[in-house]
């Protein structure tokens, strides 16, 4: 996991026993395994809840995603209800049936046109005042 071979564990631990003894060793092992023990399962903790937040995260803005999606698609529907024709309902196709071609092709279903409507009086456009000529000095 950090690249400590066993020759480098094996060093440390002859240091270890130098310098603590051989009696307080065991104690100095028993306690340095419970330290590092805490720590992984404080990170461990940690990254569960940073995983956790993230996950509700991205849930949080996928759910606000799709509630505003649907409110464009409302809005357009009840400004624009011609947009959308209504598509003719076409027979079910028989699977054994023979396919035979159509003498003519069907007309196509045009949706009718909004026509805009001119206003009765005519606008003017909107004038531009000219700045105020100020007197040059000779």
């Not at 310098?19 to 340095?32: D, H, I, K, Q, Y």
Request: glycine share 6%; no cysteine.
């Amino acid at each position: 996991m950090f690249g400590i071979s066993f020759s480098e564990l094996l060093l440390v631990g002859l240091v270890a026993l130098v310098v603590l003894g051989p009696e307080r060793l065991p104690g100095a092992a028993r306690t340095a395994g419970l330290w590092i023990g805490r720590l992984k399962r404080s990170f461990n903790s940690i990254k569960m809840e940073v995983e956790r937040e993230i996950g509700a995260d991205d849930i949080r803005r996928q759910l606000h995603n799709e509630h505003i999606l649907s409110m464009e698609q409302e809005a357009r529907r009840i400004l624009n209800p011609q947009a959308e024709p209504p598509k003719p309902a076409q027979p079910p196709v028989d699977a054994g049936a023979p396919i035979v071609p159509l003498a003519e092709p069907p007309a196509a279903v045009q949706a009718p046109t909004a026509v805009p409507a001119e206003p009765s009086t005519p606008v003017a456009p909107a004038a531009i005042p000219e700045p105020p000529q100020t007197p040059r000095a000779p």
